[in-house]
C-alpha cells in the first residue's frame, strides 16, 4: 500500500492513463458538501456512491432510501445517495483517486479490490477497522479474498456476494428431449443445437459486455490451469490456454451456432431478457433470479446448475466453475467523516440490512449469520452458496487487474464482432488480440 498522498495520486493518475478514461467530474464527496459537527457527529451528511444492482437507477434508489433514512434516524448521519451505472463507476472512482475529491462511501465491483487498494484511495481495513464492524469473522473467507490483495489489509468489505451458475429453461429443455443439464462444455454445446430452431436459441451471450467476456474468460481459462498473470503479476494473456478459452467461448456464435449474432451487441443484461422470455433456453449468470422474475419468469420454470466444466468430476482449478462475484463497500481515504462513513459501512453490513438487502438483490449475504436465513434457501441460491463456497475463485488480485478487465474485456468484444460478421475466428486471431491487449498493458 502506497501511504504518501503524492505516490497515492501518481498511481491512481497512472491507471486512468493506461485504461484511456476520461476524467470525470465528482459528484458530491467528501469536501464542500458535507455539513455538520465533527466526524460521525449529529447533523454530519455523508456522500455514498452506490453501484446499479438493481433492474434500473430508479430501483435502486427506491430500494436503498428506506434503508439509509433509517440509519439517519438511528445516528443521526445524512446521507447524499447517488447511484452509478457500470459503465461509469470505475471512471469516476479513478477520477476520485486523482483529484482526491471523492464520496465518503462507495460501492466497488471486487474484482477491482487490489487495483484500486495500489492507489491508497480506500482505507483498508485492518483488525481494528474490522472490530468497529463486528470483525472480520462475520464474512465469508471467499467474499473477503476477493477484498485485495494476499497478506495485506483488505481494501473494501463485502457487501453483496453472487456467483455464476448455469440458467435452463425447464420446458425447452423437455420439448427437446433433455433429460438434465450439462455437465462439460462438450454437452452444453450438443445440448444446445437440438435447443436452437425456430428462432430459438441454445444460449444467450452478452458479447458487447466487457464485464462478462472477463468473468467467462478467466473461468474458461482457468479450468485450463492459466490464471492471466503469472506469479510476480505479469500479464500472460496470449498463452495457449488463454486463447483456448477465449476462443471455446467465441466459438457459441462463430462455431457452434448455438448463441444469436446479434448477441454479439449485448451489453447490458439483455441475455437475461432472452432467457426469461424463453428466446434463449440457457445463459450463464451471477445472482439473476431478482431479474428474471421482474420479467414474468417463475422459479419453477428454470433451473439453476454449476457452469459446465472440461471434463465430468474435475478436481483442483479444472473444478473452477466462476470467479468470486460481488460487491465489495468502502471508505475513501480522503473522507473528512471517517467515523460515520465506517458507521456506514457498519450499518449496511449489519446482519438485518444484509437480510434486507441481498434480499431485496437476489444476491447472496457475505455475512454468514445473515445466510441462514429462508430467504436464501431458495433451490438457485443454494446451488450458488455451495459454487461460492466449493468452486469459486477470485479474479487475479493483482494492481493491474482493472487493465486486465479494459483490455481483454474489448478484445473479446471485438472476437465476437467479428464472429457475427461472419469472420473466422481462428487460434491466430484470437491470439492476435490477446497479444495487442497484452502489448497495451502498463510496464511491470
Given at each position: 500500500?502506497?501511504?504518501?498522498?503524492?505516490?497515492?495520486?501518481?498511481?491512481?493518475?497512472?491507471?486512468?492513463?493506461?485504461?484511456?478514461?476520461?476524467?470525470?467530474?465528482?459528484?458530491?464527496?467528501?469536501?464542500?458538501?458535507?455539513?455538520?459537527?465533527?466526524?460521525?457527529?449529529?447533523?454530519?451528511?455523508?456522500?455514498?456512491?452506490?453501484?446499479?444492482?438493481?433492474?434500473?437507477?430508479?430501483?435502486?434508489?427506491?430500494?436503498?432510501?428506506?434503508?439509509?433514512?433509517?440509519?439517519?434516524?438511528?445516528?443521526?448521519?445524512?446521507?447524499?445517495?447517488?447511484?452509478?451505472?457500470?459503465?461509469?463507476?470505475?471512471?469516476?472512482?479513478?477520477?476520485?483517486?486523482?483529484?482526491?475529491?471523492?464520496?465518503?462511501?462507495?460501492?466497488?465491483?471486487?474484482?477491482w479490490s487490489a487495483s484500486l487498494q495500489a492507489t491508497g484511495a480506500l482505507m483498508p481495513w485492518d483488525d481494528a477497522a474490522f472490530g468497529r464492524i463486528g470483525g472480520k469473522d462475520r464474512f465469508a473467507p471467499a467474499a473477503i479474498a476477493a477484498a485485495g490483495a494476499a497478506g495485506k489489509d483488505p481494501a473494501a468489505v463485502p457487501l453483496y456476494s453472487m456467483a455464476y451458475g448455469l440458467y435452463y429453461n425447464?420446458?425447452?429443455?423437455?420439448?427437446?428431449?433433455?433429460?438434465?443439464?450439462?455437465?462439460?462444455?462438450?454437452?452444453?454445446?450438443?445440448?444446445?443445437?437440438?435447443?436452437?430452431?425456430?428462432?430459438?436459441?441454445?444460449?444467450?451471450?452478452?458479447?458487447?459486455?466487457?464485464?462478462?467476456?472477463?468473468?467467462?474468460?478467466?473461468?474458461?481459462?482457468?479450468?485450463?490451469?492459466?490464471?492471466?498473470?503469472?506469479?510476480?503479476?505479469?500479464?500472460?494473456?496470449?498463452?495457449?490456454?488463454?486463447?483456448?478459452?477465449?476462443?471455446?467461448?467465441?466459438?457459441?456464435?462463430?462455431?457452434?451456432?448455438?448463441?444469436?449474432?446479434?448477441?454479439?451487441?449485448?451489453?447490458?443484461?439483455?441475455?437475461?431478457?432472452?432467457?426469461?422470455?424463453?428466446?434463449?433456453?440457457?445463459?450463464?449468470?451471477?445472482?439473476?433470479?431478482?431479474?428474471?422474475?421482474?420479467?414474468?419468469?417463475?422459479?419453477?420454470?428454470?433451473?439453476?446448475?454449476?457452469?459446465?466444466?472440461?471434463?465430468?468430476?474435475?478436481?483442483?482449478?479444472?473444478?473452477?466453475?466462476?470467479?468470486?462475484?460481488?460487491?465489495?463497500?468502502?471508505?475513501?481515504?480522503?473522507?473528512?467523516?471517517?467515523?460515520?462513513?465506517?458507521?456506514?459501512?457498519?450499518?449496511?453490513?449489519?446482519?438485518?440490512?444484509?437480510?434486507?438487502?441481498?434480499?431485496?438483490?437476489?444476491?447472496?449475504?457475505?455475512?454468514?449469520?445473515?445466510?441462514?436465513?429462508?430467504?436464501?434457501?431458495?433451490?438457485?441460491?443454494?446451488?450458488?452458496?455451495?459454487?461460492?463456497?466449493?468452486?469459486?475463485?477470485?479474479?487475479?488480485?493483482?494492481?493491474?487487474?482493472?487493465?486486465?478487465?479494459?483490455?481483454?474485456?474489448?478484445?473479446?468484444?471485438?472476437?465476437?464482432?467479428?464472429?457475427?460478421?461472419?469472420?473466422?475466428?481462428?487460434?491466430?486471431?484470437?491470439?492476435?488480440?490477446?497479444?495487442?491487449?497484452?502489448?497495451?498493458?502498463?510496464?511491470?
Amino acid at each position: 500500500m502506497r501511504n504518501s498522498t503524492s505516490s497515492r495520486l501518481l498511481a491512481a493518475t497512472a491507471l486512468v492513463a493506461a485504461l484511456g478514461l476520461t476524467v470525470a467530474g465528482c459528484g458530491g464527496g467528501s469536501g464542500s458538501d458535507n455539513s455538520g459537527g465533527g466526524s460521525g457527529a449529529k447533523g454530519t451528511t455523508i456522500t455514498y456512491w452506490a453501484s446499479n444492482q438493481g433492474t434500473s437507477l430508479d430501483n435502486d434508489k427506491q430500494v436503498l432510501t428506506p434503508e439509509l433514512d433509517k440509519f439517519t434516524r438511528a445516528t443521526g448521519i445524512k446521507v447524499k445517495l447517488e447511484v452509478i451505472g457500470w459503465a461509469d463507476l470505475l471512471n469516476r472512482i479513478l477520477a476520485a483517486a486523482t483529484s482526491g475529491q471523492g464520496p465518503d462511501v462507495l460501492n466497488i465491483g471486487n474484482t477491482w479490490s487490489a487495483s484500486l487498494q495500489a492507489t491508497g484511495a480506500l482505507m483498508p481495513w485492518d483488525d481494528a477497522a474490522f472490530g468497529r464492524i463486528g470483525g472480520k469473522d462475520r464474512f465469508a473467507p471467499a467474499a473477503i479474498a476477493a477484498a485485495g490483495a494476499a497478506g495485506k489489509d483488505p481494501a473494501a468489505v463485502p457487501l453483496y456476494s453472487m456467483a455464476y451458475g448455469l440458467y435452463y429453461n425447464k420446458k425447452m429443455f423437455a420439448d427437446a428431449g433433455i433429460a438434465n443439464p450439462p455437465k462439460t462444455w462438450d454437452e452444453l454445446v450438443a445440448d444446445g443445437k437440438k435447443l436452437t430452431k425456430d428462432g430459438h436459441y441454445g444460449l444467450a451471450v452478452e458479447g458487447s459486455n466487457g464485464a462478462e467476456n472477463i468473468h467467462h474468460a478467466f473461468v474458461l481459462a482457468k479450468q485450463r490451469g492459466s490464471g492471466w498473470f503469472d506469479a510476480s503479476g505479469r500479464p500472460t494473456f496470449d498463452t495457449p490456454a488463454n486463447v483456448a478459452a477465449v476462443k471455446s467461448y467465441v466459438d457459441f456464435i462463430a462455431k457452434d451456432g448455438i448463441a444469436a449474432k446479434g448477441d454479439a451487441e449485448y451489453q447490458q443484461n439483455q441475455t437475461i431478457t432472452d432467457f426469461a422470455t424463453g428466446k434463449a433456453a440457457m445463459m450463464m449468470w451471477q445472482s439473476a433470479a431478482s431479474s428474471i422474475k421482474a420479467h414474468g419468469m417463475t422459479q419453477d420454470q428454470y433451473g439453476v446448475v454449476p457452469v459446465p466444466t472440461l471434463v465430468a468430476n474435475p478436481t483442483g482449478d479444472a473444478a473452477v466453475t466462476s470467479m468470486v462475484a460481488g460487491i465489495n463497500v468502502g471508505v475513501f481515504n480522503g473522507t473528512k467523516h471517517k467515523d460515520a462513513a465506517v458507521q456506514l459501512v457498519k450499518f449496511l453490513t449489519s446482519t438485518p440490512e444484509q437480510k434486507i438487502l441481498n434480499g431485496k438483490y437476489g444476491s447472496i449475504p457475505p455475512v454468514r449469520e445473515a445466510q441462514s436465513d429462508p430467504a436464501f434457501q431458495t433451490p438457485d441460491l443454494k446451488v450458488l452458496a455451495k459454487v461460492l463456497t466449493t468452486s469459486a475463485a477470485p479474479l487475479p488480485q493483482v494492481a493491474d487487474e482493472s487493465q486486465f478487465e479494459n483490455l481483454v474485456g474489448p478484445a473479446v468484444k471485438g472476437l465476437f464482432a467479428d464472429a457475427a460478421a461472419g469472420k473466422d475466428v481462428t487460434d491466430d486471431t484470437v491470439k492476435a488480440a490477446l497479444d495487442k491487449a497484452q502489448q497495451q498493458m502498463p510496464p511491470s
